[in-house]
């Protein structure tokens, strides 16, 4: 009886009924948006990037859609599925934010994933270290060997050998755990442990003290190199990839209009952003420059470049805790009857650098989302963000246009067989395809449509 009571009490009257269908139908709709986004979350690319940072020897790099392997160079984008290997005598390497990877001699390593949540590692062979800088990285970062799965547990440094049928684990500072075939082992600082499988197939493991070897040596003398309280930290978070260079190879100074400036100290006086260097197809952002500069990582994937006091300097923006990367922050020159597409058989292609302020609108496949976090940082107008986003003829007027020294112009070969941009741009100066990308009015577009080359040289 109580139950029929309290089953009556509560069966709800016709506005209630219509109340409560109202609420399921806005959850429907809740819940279908919400799908709707994280279906097109599911289509953006990582906000975080590895970069080839030190190259020591011959080093070689595996695309994860090559199919050859090719030389590496310093500021090369590295990401999840790419394969690194060196030669005899030869060392790398590789920074993802604030944490270091350093690849010995004759070893091979690969990217098994890389994203906004994981760092994870494949050791094939040879030996790496990794320095992980603070407790979100240690969380974020694993490496696996045959053997099985090495995960940090903490902040510190770690070491990770794969030698014949044995893989193992030198921790020097901070804790790591072995998991492997029915088996697990945490590891504490100044220890060395082996791990392998022996003949039953069960899981063996030694214990002994740390390696003292050339490559301990020299991953000793790298740590002791690194400064954690840099004045570009002041500016720039130390997750931004490529941040530790900038003190050492320019100078920091306010300006009224764009907040905080960087300036390399040593550059040709004809120098200008976007030019020494060469661009290399780098899925899934597609044209990615890759900048000849030892500090030529950060300021041509984050910020954007101002003309100020006669010179050329770079506006990180507004700090934030991890900046979203970019393949290249510029500008395509076209106008409205033009396509700026690339193409081999196409007369000439030109770019300049975005300012402040100016949307950057990536031509590679994005959500709404991604959009806004990639530009946040100078443009923190969402309305403008998104109406740019939506009709990128809406932005016409482009700082940097205005400066001839910050056009460059080649013929598209350059650019689709990973040629060297400046000496190209020296001879294509006075050509008439240059004269006539210079002389035309201002672009309406922000990213080109893009695709790839049939055949990218490599």
């Keep these: ?33 919400l799908f709707v986004h994280a279906a097109q979350a599911q289509d953006d690319p990582p906000g975080r990037v590895g970069r080839l940072s030190e190259i020591n020897g011959q080093v070689w790099l595996l695309t994860a859609d090559g199919d050859e392997w090719v030389s590496a160079v310093r ?23 604030s944490t270091t990877l350093r690849v010995d001699a004759s070893s091979e390593v690969e990217v098994a994933r890389l994203d906004d949540e994981h760092f994870s590692l494949m050791l094939h062979s040879g030996s790496a270290a990794a320095r992980l800088r603070d407790a979100a990285d240690a969380g974020e970062f694993e490496l696996n060997t045959d053997a099985g799965r090495f995960r940090a547990l903490r902040a510190g440094r770690y070491r990770f050998d ?6 193992h ?25 082996e791990f392998w499988i022996d003949a039953n197939n069960v899981a063996q493991y030694a214990m002994s003290g740390p390696y003292n070897d050339p490559f301990a040596a020299w991953v000793n003398e790298r740590d002791r190199a690194v400064v954690t309280q840099l004045p570009a930290y002041q500016y720039v978070s130390p997750e931004m990839t490529g941040a530790e260079d900038l003190d050492r190879y320019g100078n920091w100074e306010q300006s009224p209009e764009y907040g905080v400036l960087w300036a390399p100290t040593a550059v040709a006086v004809d120098w200008a952003p976007y030019r020494t260097g060469h661009w290399a197809w780098v899925r899934p952002w597609g ?49 409205p009857n033009v396509s700026v597409s690339v193409r081999v058989g196409g007369p000439s292609v030109g ?3 975005l300012a402040p302020r100016e949307v950057y609108v990536p031509s590679y496949r994005v959500s709404p989302r991604y959009v806004q976090n990639i530009n946040i940082t100078h443009v923190r107008n969402v309305t403008v963000i998104n109406n740019v986003y939506r009709n990128p003829n809406t932005q016409r007027d482009y700082a940097n246009r205005r400066y001839p020294d910050a056009l460059t112009v080649v013929p598209p070969s350059v ?18 395809q240059a004269r006539e990308i210079a002389n035309r009015p201002p672009p309406t577009v922000i990213a080109p449509p893009v695709t790839a080359p049939a055949v990218v040289a490599r």
């Design 1 to 33: 009886m109580m139950f029929h009571r309290s089953l009556s009490a509560s069966h709800p009257g016709p506005q209630r009924l219509r109340a409560l269908r109202a609420l399921l139908a806005a959850g429907l709709v809740l819940c279908l948006a």
């Design 415 to 432: 650019m689709t067989g990973r040629q060297p941009v400046a000496p190209a741009a020296s001879r294509w100066r006075d050509s008439p």
């Design 75 to 97: 500021n090369q984008p590295v990401t999840t599925g790419d394969r690194l290997a060196t030669e005899a005598g030869a060392r790398a390497e590789v920074q993802v934010g």
């Design 169 to 193: 684990l030198t921790v020097y500072d901070g804790q790591a755990v072995y998991e492997g075939q029915n088996s697990a082992l945490t590891v504490n600082p100044g220890q060395h442990a």
């Design 162 to 167: 794969r030698t014949g049928n044995a893989s």
């Design 287 to 335: 044209w990615t420059w890759v900048d000849d500069a030892p500090w030529g990582f950060a300021p041509f994937h984050y910020g954007r470049w101002v003309r100020y006091r006669d010179r050329w300097c770079w506006a990180p923006g507004q700090r934030v805790a991890r900046p979203v990367y970019a393949p290249a922050l510029v500008a395509w020159v076209g106008g």
């Design 351 to 353: 770019w300049f650098p």
